[in-house]
């Protein structure tokens, strides 16, 4: 079964960090895109980062920026989040796709989420 699967999320206090790892089973994401969205309630869903299948970085957030780092190995793309601040309290999801132009797409490969709660 093709899937993305999201781990480490978690609550910790504003000022901490964690990082979320989004893990590719039953295909490879060597020549994908991946990005990471949030949503948290009664929000819309926003784009947060995402990295080209050669590595380049095309896109963090201004909300993020200086704050989180995406990076990549063979099959997982991470998201390093530091300096968190209660407003990052979503649910994290992961999307792959050819391009980081569409892997906002519906069609998109969809991971289902990881929860990240700040408090203050």
């Known amino acids: 079964e093709v899937q993305l699967v999201e781990s480490g999320g978690g609550l910790v206090q504003a000022g901490g960090s964690l990082r979320l790892s989004c893990a590719a089973s039953?295909?490879?994401?060597?020549?994908?895109?991946i990005g990471w969205f949030r949503q948290a309630p009664g929000k819309e869903r926003e784009g947060v980062s995402c990295i080209r299948n050669d590595g380049t970085i095309t896109f963090y957030a201004d909300s993020v920026k200086g704050r989180f780092t995406i990076s990549r190995d063979y099959n997982t793309v991470y998201l390093q989040m530091n300096s968190l601040k209660p407003e990052d309290t979503a649910v994290y999801i992961c999307?792959?796709?050819?391009?980081?132009?569409?892997?906002?797409?519906?069609?998109?490969?969809w991971g289902r989420g990881t929860q990240v709660t700040v408090s203050s």
């Open positions: 999307a792959a796709d050819v391009l980081c132009s569409t892997v906002s797409d519906r069609r998109a490969i």
């Open positions: 039953g295909f490879t994401l060597d020549d994908y895109a």
